[in-house]
């Protein structure tokens, strides 16, 4: 460590929230014989003073994981349910939340996108139609070590629920509703944590690599409330595991609801293990439940990408279809293709099928993605889409015949975003339109200035709130061609 490092690495500190900047990064500041030093406390809120673990340390910042929440913020407020790290905003109304993220979001374009005037172009924002109980799946965790939330100690003893904040080895019991997911489902997760530890199988113990039981993973059809469950384990003395009586348990409790149970074995002994990963066997019912988005049906399993939120993502797509559709009428190609990139499952793709007389093509580099999409189309009786599984980047290379006739081009990057590279061969294609769908507008603000250079005017942003009660907010920006004088 330099000397002129203010603080150690996993030093503890306590410290005062003056501000917060994007990504829920709370901002705290320290008097120095050198000046102001800045500490950024992830999931921290102005107002708050907090306890902070110390991850990095520079010369002139620091920046820290959140600990605990030593006093309120005097904006938060009481809620009815249970305090979870997935939720760090619960406790502001939502009208603040909103607040927040669109001064940090918008404050981005200014900076890093070079756009002083954003307020000029903001086209509002899009909030949740669900504030509570919006999700449609959630991953819980084993451990044999519990971090309890009264004495602040840890305990040995059988945990499910989530990693406790900054750990990686502790969980909190989830003892009722957290408000984010499903409230039957989870005021049932203390009485099958009980059974399962009656089971005499042990959680996975982190420490040791060690255990039975990894995660328990639930997902739900908001159209039909229809349950999916998957139990991951290791495959220790599996074939004594009563896999029979624990799906009569999920039947007894959850009735109708109940459309499938998997159980996936995964052996796997690294610190940052992913409950998608392993081998699954469908143990009982269908192992898929079936969602609807503006009236097309999707059959999505259990490790298909699915928008979390389905009822607000309804709002992102119609803005997204909207844009995507409408050009000004002198500079639409009748015969043009509508080309949705980074496509996932196809939801954008078969939307604007439904609604433009466009041909659409819809490419993403995961196979199993491509397989629902065209299924679901198949299944959704839509005609003019094809989709192909390739990397965005070389199918474009690979395809030229698609050169000076696209009409309008939809971008939906992962959050790491799209690579240079593939960007330039994107704007290669000549669009007359890209509609860039981002679920990190840090991403999408630092493209901004690639796409200007290449002749792309911001004609106009939209943010969307998938995502209440964190500090994430997905933004759509609309960029038109500009026409040659």
């Known amino acids: 460590m330099r000397r002129d490092r203010l603080f150690r690495k996993n030093e503890v500190l306590e410290l005062q929230i003056e501000d917060v900047a994007f990504g829920g990064k709370g901002i705290s500041r320290i008097d120095t014989?050198?000046?102001?030093?800045?500490?950024?406390?992830?999931?921290?809120?102005?107002?708050?003073?907090?306890?902070a673990r110390v991850s990095k340390c520079k010369s002139k910042y620091a920046e820290c994981k959140l600990e605990d929440v030593i006093e309120r913020s005097p904006d938060e407020v009481q809620i009815p349910y249970q305090e979870i790290p997935g939720a760090p905003y619960a406790h502001l109304p939502i009208s603040i939340q909103r607040q927040l993220k669109e001064r940090t979001a918008l404050d981005l374009y200014r900076k890093i996108g070079g756009i002083e005037t954003i307020e000029e172009i903001y086209d509002g924002f899009i909030d949740s139609p669900e504030h509570w109980h919006y999700r449609n799946k959630m991953e819980y965790s084993f451990s044999s070590i519990i971090h309890d939330s009264a004495t602040g100690k840890k305990e040995d003893a059988f945990g499910l629920g989530f990693k406790r904040r900054g750990t990686w080895w502790a969980v909190e019991n989830l003892d009722k509703d957290s408000g984010l997911f499903d409230a039957e489902v989870e005021n049932a997760i203390p009485a099958l944590r009980k059974w399962?530890?009656?089971?005499?199988?042990?959680?996975?113990?982190?420490?040791?690599?060690?255990?039975?039981?990894?995660?328990?993973?639930?997902?739900?059809?908001?159209?039909n409330q229809k349950i999916l469950v998957n139990l991951v384990t290791t495959s220790d003395n599996?074939?004594?595991?009563?896999?029979?009586?624990?799906?009569?348990?999920?039947?007894?409790?959850?009735?109708?609801?109940?459309?499938?149970?998997?159980?996936?074995?995964?052996?796997?002994?690294g610190e940052r293990v992913e409950a998608r990963a392993g081998t699954s066997t469908c143990i009982y019912g269908e192992p898929f439940v079936t969602e609807l988005l503006h009236g097309l049906s999707f059959d999505?399993?259990?490790?298909?990408?699915?928008?979390?939120?389905?009822a607000s993502a309804?709002?992102?797509?119609?803005?997204?279809?909207?844009?995507?559709?409408?050009?000004?009428?002198?500079?639409?190609?009748p015969n043009g293709w509508i080309m949705d990139l980074f496509c996932g499952t196809g939801?954008?793709?078969?939307?604007?099928?439904?609604?433009?007389?466009?041909p659409i093509v819809g490419v993403d580099i995961?196979?199993?993605?491509?397989?629902?999409?065209?299924h679901s189309a198949q299944k959704n009786g839509v005609q003019n889409v094809e989709f192909h599984a390739a990397d965005v980047g070389k199918f474009l290379l690979e395809h030229p015949q698609y050169q000076g006739k696209i009409a309008t081009i939809v971008l939906d990057p992962p959050r790491a975003g799209i690579s240079p590279k593939t960007l330039r061969k994107v704007i290669r294609l000549g669009a007359q339109r890209v509609v860039y769908v981002s679920c990190n507008p840090?991403?999408?603000?630092?493209?901004i200035a690639t796409l200007r250079e290449a002749g792309y005017q911001l004609k106009r942003l939209k943010l969307v709130d998938q995502f209440p009660h964190t500090a994430h907010i997905e933004a759509i920006a609309v960029f038109d061609k500009r026409l040659e004088l």
């Open 300 to 310: 999505v399993e259990m490790g298909s990408f699915f928008q979390t939120n389905p």
């Open 196 to 223: 399962l530890e009656a089971t005499g199988f042990p959680a996975w113990h982190p420490p040791k690599r060690a255990g039975f039981f990894r995660f328990l993973v639930i997902r739900k059809s908001i159209a």
């Open 347 to 358: 939801t954008i793709a078969q939307l604007l099928a439904k609604t433009s007389n466009h």
């Open 314 to 333: 309804e709002r992102l797509y119609a803005a997204t279809v909207q844009e995507a559709t409408v050009l000004e009428q002198e500079r639409t190609k």
């Open 442 to 447: 840090a991403t999408q603000a630092r493209d």
């Open 366 to 374: 995961v196979e199993q993605a491509i397989t629902d999409a065209r």
């Open 238 to 269: 599996v074939e004594d595991f009563p896999a029979e009586d624990f799906v009569g348990w999920l039947k007894d409790t959850f009735g109708d609801r109940l459309q499938g149970v998997l159980h996936t074995l995964n052996n796997d002994t």
């Open 33 to 51: 014989e050198r000046g102001p030093f800045v500490v950024f406390v992830q999931n921290a809120l102005p107002g708050q003073f907090v306890r």
